[in-house]
Every structure is written in C-alpha cells, then in structure tokens.
C-alpha cells in the first residue's frame, strides 16, 4: 500500500466521517451545567481557600506538640514561646524549677532559670561568646548559653540578683542554647 | 470558523444564539473562564467540539445512543473537572479524552453484559454514495483501537501526537495502528474496486 493510498483513504474518511451532533444536545448538557453553578461558586469560595490554612494549621499544632513533647516546653522555640515558658514557669514551679529559689541543681534544674537584673549587669553578660539574648513576652530577656556553661550562668546571674536587686529590673531567663 | 461568523447568520448555521465576545478566543481561554463558572464561555466551547466529539463516540461505539449518552456525560464531567484542568494538554485533547473514555467505558459493558443496542450501520452524513457508505462501514469492521486512531487522525484531523495524548499511547502506537487501519480499510474496499 502506497502512501497515495494512505492519503485516500484519509481523504475519504475527512469528507465522509463527521456526523454532527443532535441539535437538543448542547441544551441538555447545559441545562445540567446550570443546574449546578451555585455548588460550584460556593465550593470554591469556601472549601478551596481555606484548605492550606487548614493544613498550614495541622502542621504547625503537629510540630509544637513535637517539640513540647520532646524538649518539655523549652529549647529554641520562638521568644513568644519562650515567654509563655517563663510565664508557665511562675505559675509551676515544681515543672520549671528556679534556681534563684531552690538552689539544688541536676538536670531539671537545668532546664531555665528566672532571676530578676537590672539592665545594665544584663548587657555585659550578652556580649560573651556563644551568648545569645532576645526578647521574650511581657517585657522579660531570653538568655541562651552553652549548655556546659548553664551552671556558670546561673551562679553569676543568681549573684547579681542578690547583690543588686531594686525596682529598675528585668526579667531574665536564663536557657541553654541547643 | 463559525466563531468569527458576526450577524446576520444563514439559516441552518449552527452557532450559539448569542454574538458576545465570548466566542472570540482559543479554547483555553475560554476554559479557563469556564472553570471560574462562567457558563457562557462553556457554552461555546460545547458548539465548537460537540460535533467532533459526537462524531468520536458514534465511531467507537457504533451506537447513536451510547454515544449521545458518552458526549453528554463527557461535557458535564468536563464541567465538574474544570477547576483542575491544568492545561498540560491542550483542552481539546483533555475533552476528548473524557469522551473516548466513556466511550471505551460502553464498549465494556456492552461486551460484558451483551443487551440489543440499536447498531450504526455505515450512517454516513447526509446522501453519500455507495462508495463512501461501503468506507464507514469498512471503518466500523475495524477493531476500536484502530477504529479510533483512524477517526481521531483521519476523520478529526487530529496530529498523532494530540490522538496520542487523547488515548495515552505513544505517538508510535498511534502511527502504527494508523498504518494498520489504514491497510485494513483499503483490503476491505479492495473487492469493490476490483468488482
């Protein structure tokens, strides 16, 4: 078979093949279609947005019950969380113990620490190596330092509290950094 | 073609009954107002294919029922599926594809479960002479993954590539089976020629 013979019989099919659609075709099909507008409209302007909020949502409560599960509510979690900690912290104390009033030491004593500094005592402490100091909620100070220099820490900021103390204070709370 | 047709129009033309300029623009254009629910800009898009796509299910199902039934419920789900219609292919060759595969889908039920159907024998638009009459009916002897590669590229006009994205084969197995088809259509109007 020769392709003049391929092109034949395409050009018969062309001319002959095509049969046209019923003429109540398009009104059935689109009687269905305006049958079902409004559920469309209102699936669209509902549902679709609001599906990556949800699941942005999902996936951030999943991770902050992650993270509370694996560091116990502290670790390097934003200021605002580390405020909530602290505040937490005021309010349970048996979970969060203070250093700056039970002086006994051990892991859970290394988790934080509150004391109350002025701000200038605080601003020489900010600026030793593998210190790192931001704000936390309700005016308080994160400071996040070596864990291996935790203790040194807490010693020194415990020290200064006692030693100054007065109205002119902040909150510190003292973390160590992961 | 008949989109750029502007008033009056002939009689017997078959146009949507309205003349906005929803009917300027490829149809991607149009889906995609369509798939924000502008029903208008489906509309056209149901004149421009309608024919086509009738003409693909009639020639794979043999069977004017079957096909209205697949043309009919192909376009609504076409509407439903709007919002998701990517654009990878173009909307045409999606369109189709939902056709052909409901097509198939009748092909199936008919062949498991064998009901009397009203059959196409060899409808062919219009009078046509014997001759072509005798090719339809060659068409419709055709297995229908021949049948619809000879409709799709010959009948459609469609690229193999486009009757390869329609049937999610590769362009090779459409030219082949194209080739077949072809072969097949010629030895069965062969006794006629030499008759």
Known sequence: MTEQDHEEIARKLRETGTVPAPEWLRTEVMDHVRAEPRLRRSRRSFLTPAIPYAAAAAVLAALVLALSHLGGGSGSSGSAAEGGGASAADNRSPSFPQPSKTADGGAMARHQAIFHLPTASLEKLTIAPGVKAHSAARGAVVLAVPYSRFDDYRQRLRAIEERTGGDDTIRVILRPAR | ?195
């Open chain 2, 1 to 195: 073609m008949q989109h750029a047709i502007a008033l009056p129009l002939p009689r017997g033309t078959r146009l949507a009954p309205y003349h906005d300029p929803v009917q300027i623009g490829s149809d991607e254009a149009l889906a995609r107002r369509a798939a924000r629910g502008d029903e208008r800009a489906f509309e056209e898009l149901v004149v421009r294919h309608q024919d086509k796509l009738y003409t693909l299910a009639l020639r794979v199902t043999l069977s004017e029922a079957d096909a209205y039934d697949c043309v009919q419920e192909g376009l609504i789900a076409a509407w439903r599926a709007l919002p998701r219609f990517r654009g990878d292919a173009r909307f045409s060759t999606w369109m189709y594809r939902i056709v052909v595969r409901k097509a198939y889908d009748a092909l199936d039920r008919r062949r498991r479960a064998p009901e009397p159907v009203e059959e196409l024998h060899a409808v062919a638009p219009e009078a046509q002479p014997e001759a072509r009459l005798d090719l339809i009916a060659a068409l419709e002897g055709l297995e229908p993954d021949f049948r619809v590669v000879a409709v799709a590229c010959d009948i459609l006009g469609m690229s193999m590539e486009q009757a390869g994205a329609m049937l999610e084969v590769p362009t090779g197995t459409v030219k082949s089976r194209l080739h077949r088809a072809r072969e097949q259509l010629a030895q069965a109007l062969e006794p006629d020629r030499t008759g």
